[in-house]
């Protein structure tokens, strides 16, 4: 509830032109080639530009914050010390940027934490941290994953590139499709009470990994739900999660998702894989294409 302010449609709308800023940008760099790594070169760039625009922090640390993905959702799934040292390094990093908001000020979420209250309180620096780490790592991986998703199934079905070029009004609900279809979370659940689902024994307190992707292709809710139809009118999918922990920022992804495409289509609106096998997924709760590698036709 806290948080909400800043992630209303409206508030999300004014970041618009600043996103379609950052990806004309991005992809200035690569249209006069024959092709591009479509992960690495553009989308892993663009949320994570936005979300230091939003935290009022400097664009060029965005190599150290895909860095601190790769330790956190990547490296540190098999060891902690990956994890515990991207923590470390991310905790170290926002208090500076918090000192400094404290003594000056500015127009972010970083200030706006400062200023916020709760129980007319205001926020512990553990809970600005928490919620700053959070907004990092939550604001990044999972929308570059869906976006590389996007371009890795548009790259693959010309019709649906074609149908998007000529119906632009089309696009919100082919991202909802794209959503659905390419969800790219998996989140973890703690187990309240010892139970059992489908002959599965679950104890209390074990983890669990809730697959909304495997939930968004179930057929007794979606027709057809193996096929990505870019014009399904009818799509209540679970890529955002359900009920109170529904992703704060779903209106920030879409966003995002939206002029990411928008952008690319209007300057690359033929491509290809050039190798299908040359592409390499994530592993973990975040699922989405590290390396994309098209060529431009």
Wanted: aromatic share 8%.
């Amino acid at each position: 509830m806290l948080l909400l302010p800043a992630f209303t449609p409206d508030a999300i709308s004014r970041l618009e032109p600043k996103t379609r800023k950052i990806c004309g940008e991005l992809i200035d760099r690569f249209a006069s080639n024959n092709g591009c790594d479509a992960a690495a070169d553009y989308a892993q760039h663009v949320p994570v530009a936005v979300i230091a625009h939003m935290l009022g922090l400097p664009e060029e640390d965005g190599e150290t914050f895909r860095r601190w993905i790769q330790l956190l959702l990547h490296d540190g799934i098999a060891e902690d010390v990956s994890f515990r040292k991207a923590l470390d390094e991310m905790d170290d990093y926002f208090r500076q940027h918090i000192a400094q908001r404290r003594s000056a000020g500015g127009e972010d979420l970083i200030t706006f934490l400062l200023k916020a209250r709760m129980a007319d309180q205001p926020l512990s620096d553990e809970h600005i941290l928490g919620t700053l780490r959070l907004l990092l790592i939550a604001g990044i991986d999972t929308t570059w994953s869906a976006i590389g998703s996007c371009l890795w199934h548009l790259a693959q079905h010309r019709d649906d590139r074609r149908r998007l070029l000529s119906e632009p009004a089309l696009m919100p609900t082919a991202i909802e499709e794209f959503l659905r279809a390419y969800a790219p979370v998996t989140m973890a659940r703690q187990v309240a009470k010892e139970t059992t689902v489908g002959g599965c024994p679950f104890k209390e307190r074990e983890m669990v990994l809730l697959s909304f992707p495997a939930a968004n292709r179930d057929p007794e809710v979606f027709p057809q739900a193996d096929r990505v139809v870019i014009d399904r009118t009818e799509n209540r999918h679970a890529a955002f999660g359900l009920g109170i922990h529904r992703c704060i920022g779903s209106n920030l992804a879409r966003m995002e998702i939206t002029v990411a495409l928008e952008e690319w289509l209007a300057r690359i609106p033929d491509f290809e894989l050039t190798d299908p096998a040359s592409v390499i997924w994530s592993h973990g709760p975040v699922r989405g294409p590290r390396k994309l590698p098209l060529v431009f036709k």
